[in-house]
């Protein structure tokens, strides 16, 4: 990391802490909820949504790195879809890396994977039968697109369900030899989407399959320390570090269901693995903290 990185990074920790100004550092913007794919875990595609014109985006990463953020995460839907006029996906990519220093991009993975982020992560959620029964057939364009993009950073991200589960095991050994990394969050049920909640039986089990597999050396990117914390949740949200941006515009600062659920009290359901991470790196869990520099580079 660059000497003004630690310096920003040990301000930011002084300045949230000792004074409280509790400002974002990580933050996503969703440019669009159009996709590809209607997977049946997913609510985005079931939102309509007016999307933001090129200026706007750029207007949006100018107020998010004045607010604080320095790590930067496209979403979508599909973000690779969105167009403004002659300007692309990859006009946006650009001006983000003008100004954070950390981009990444979530993909179903259905285009090719040629964009410029430091960073993509890719959705696989299952074997080729199981991935195509829970987001439609797309398995082997995926795979396809993984094995012959030259991103020196492909991270593949599961939404563990009970569509899934079973066969997770199976799915990150044959993900391990593909990918830079492995990353998981739990599915959330989302109003629109059918119950693909996990018991918190199932949950302890899937949990305790990825710690064993990490400790067995594939590259499970999330840390022991949050996995663990995840079998619970008796880890502690630090939910004011982020921000997100709806398709419209919208600004949302702090969780990432505000707004986006009825659920009274998300955090019960939260399995949301980055959120995880984020908050213990904060907390200075020694592992979370080197959890984020192998899947950020950011130190």
Not at 151 to 178: M, Q, R
């Amino acid at each position: 990391m660059k000497l003004t990185q630690v310096a920003y990074l040990a301000g930011y920790y002084l300045k949230t802490k000792i004074f409280s100004q509790k400002t974002p550092i990580l933050g996503g913007i969703k440019v669009t909820h159009r996709c590809t794919l209607k997977c049946r875990q997913c609510p985005y595609w079931r939102r309509p949504m007016e999307e933001m014109s090129f200026s706007h985006v750029v207007g949006v990463m100018e107020r998010m790195y004045s607010d604080g953020v320095r790590i930067l995460i496209f979403e979508g839907g599909e973000p690779l879809l969105w167009r403004d006029g002659h300007h692309s996906f990859r006009d946006l990519v650009r001006e983000a890396k003008k100004r954070f220093p950390t981009v990444g991009v979530t993909t179903n993975g259905t285009l090719p994977l040629d964009v410029e982020t430091d960073v993509i992560w890719v959705s696989i959620d299952g074997l080729e039968e199981t991935h195509d029964a829970l987001r439609g057939k797309s398995f082997g364009k995926i795979i396809s697109h993984i094995t012959q993009s030259r991103h020196p950073k492909i991270l593949a991200n599961i939404t563990i369900s009970k569509g899934n589960v079973a066969e997770l095991p199976d799915l990150v050994k044959f993900l391990a030899p593909l990918v830079k990394g492995i990353t998981i969050q739990f599915f959330y049920p989302y109003p629109e989407s059918e119950d693909l909640s996990l018991s918190w039986e199932e949950r302890r089990w899937a949990l305790e399959r990825l710690i064993d597999l990490k400790k067995e050396g594939f590259p499970i990117a999330d840390s022991v320390t949050a996995l663990g914390a995840l079998m619970d949740n008796s880890w502690r949200c630090e939910p004011w570090m982020l921000c997100n941006v709806e398709p419209d515009g919208t600004y949302n600062h702090g969780c990432y269901l505000k707004n986006r659920t009825p659920e009274t009290n998300p955090c019960r359901l939260c399995g949301f693995a980055a959120h995880t991470e984020i908050s213990l790196a904060y907390q200075f869990r020694w592992e979370a903290i080197m959890a984020g520099k192998k899947i950020l580079d950011i130190f």
